[in-house]
């Protein structure tokens, strides 16, 4: 199974504003052209989403299995300050066309994605977290780097090439170039990256906690 992670970040590394802050997790750029990009690459793929990702987001994303990693069981949609409806979506696929687990470890969802969902390709849709603990064992970076730099303090942010180690792992496969116009408030560009084979990481077995919910048969 191939292991991707789409993100988009400003040129200082900012993925989004706080989502415990009074910005409540908006992301500080208004770009309905790579929104697009998100949905149209991402669409009938699992998604392994963080907790808080989801909760400012306010539901499940559409027409994705999405495999939410919290050791919660309830979620909030931040901005509505209500329960998310999660029993909407328990007989599976709705037609909203979503369905989703609730998984403890990122792990544990790559698990999930692999041998229950037996899907050929897993996005990894953030936050920072998710996206720092996955990438050891992440087979691919779509990222879209935005030509501007949030001043703001109150943000999350991740790098996804922190050391030069990091960025020697990588081999550029493609880069795209957005400028800016009447709906798309900055330029950007999308780029595809391709770990070196080598270079990945094994994936630690599932938690034994998780096994005991979700058998996972190989
Ligand atoms: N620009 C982008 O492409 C992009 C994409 C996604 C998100 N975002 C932005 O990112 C922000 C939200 O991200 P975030 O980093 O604050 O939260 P997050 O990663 O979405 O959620 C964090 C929660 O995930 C759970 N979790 C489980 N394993 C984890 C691990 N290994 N590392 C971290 N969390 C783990 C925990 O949930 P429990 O506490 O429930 O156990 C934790 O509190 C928002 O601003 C959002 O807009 C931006």
Known sequence: MKISIIVAVSKN???GSNPKGSKLGELPWHLPKDLKHFKETTHGFPCIIGRLTLEAFGDLLPNRFNIIVSKKEEFMNLRENKKIDLPEYEKGVTEKGASYVVVPTVEDGIHYADNTLKTDLVYIVGGKGIYETSQPYTHELII???DTHIDDTDVVVY??????????KW??????HHPKDDQNNFDFSITYYKKKEEILINLPPPSP????KHPILK
């Open 13 to 15: 590394f900012v993925i």
């Open 144 to 146: 879209t780097d935005i």
């Open 159 to 168: 790098n996804p090439f922190p050391s030069e180690e990091e960025k020697s």
């Open 171 to 176: 081999i550029q496969v493609s880069q795209h």
């Open 209 to 212: 906690s998780f096994l005991k």
